[in-house]
């Protein structure tokens, strides 16, 4: 396994339902973000976390909300979600500002 | 904010021919341009990446370009194998500006297939 660990790897869930994704990294690494992947679509940056405060929430609706509790763990926990959150979410953590991402496997989400 | 644009969506090519990608980006302060590889149900893998003030870039059977004028940037993969076949995704970077972190703004990924 890559360093950036996402548990769980599948995940059903009803609109009512509460869950959480987490995301663990050993790389030493000082910044962690959460990417939403829809089929043909680009990956779309949700949120940045930089020494575990947050510094980027691009617009997302409410029904996620992220916790970064350490430089390590970053979570994703999600409430009331609509059908079009399904997707493949994807973890990712960088080493300051000059180099590229190392991502986790993801988690595919299918809301029902 | 940044946009960037990559075509084509799907690329077929037989084993051995060249496969190249293009990406072209807006805003002409990013100075990093990453390319990831992501094989079916598997995560993006950074695959090689440029700096602005570089202009080619390569590794054993890819490279990659970048023309800051025209703000566009391209893969080349040659010699191309069965086991290149993937999504993949080129991205840009603004300048970070003295952040502790950095945004990347990806494109839409090309579907590349090399039959055998």
């Known amino acids: 396994e890559t360093g950036v660990t996402q548990t769980p790897r599948h995940l059903v869930m009803g609109m009512t339902n509460k869950k959480s994704l987490k995301c663990e990294q050993h790389l030493g690494h000082n910044a962690m973000y959460w990417y939403k992947q829809s089929a043909k679509k680009p990956l779309e940056l949700m949120f940045v976390y930089s020494l575990e405060e947050r510094v980027e929430n691009n617009s997302v609706p409410s029904r996620f909300s992220p916790e970064c509790p350490n430089s390590s763990h970053l979570f994703l926990h999600l409430h009331t979600l609509q059908p079009e959150d399904s997707a493949l979410y994807l973890c990712?953590?960088?080493?300051?500002?000059?180099?590229?991402?190392?991502f986790g496997s993801g988690t595919r989400l299918t809301v029902v | 904010g940044e946009n960037v644009e990559q075509h084509p969506s799907t690329l077929s090519v037989q084993e051995g021919d060249s496969a190249v990608i293009k990406c072209t980006y807006s805003d002409s302060a990013s100075n990093y341009f990453p390319w990831y590889k992501q094989e079916l149900g598997k995560r993006p893998q950074l695959i090689i990446d440029i700096r602005s003030n570089v202009g080619e870039k390569k590794d054993q059977r890819i490279a990659v370009t970048l023309n800051k004028t025209a703000k566009h940037f391209s893969l080349h993969i040659t010699e191309t194998q069965p086991e290149d076949s993937a999504v993949y995704f080129c991205?840009?970077?603004?300048?970070?500006?003295?952040?502790?972190?950095?945004?990347?703004?990806f494109g839409q990924g090309t579907i590349l297939t090399v039959h055998p």
């Open positions: 991205a840009a970077r603004p300048n970070a500006g003295g952040t502790s972190y950095g945004k990347l703004t």
């Open positions: 990712a953590s960088s080493s300051g500002s000059h180099y590229g991402y190392t």
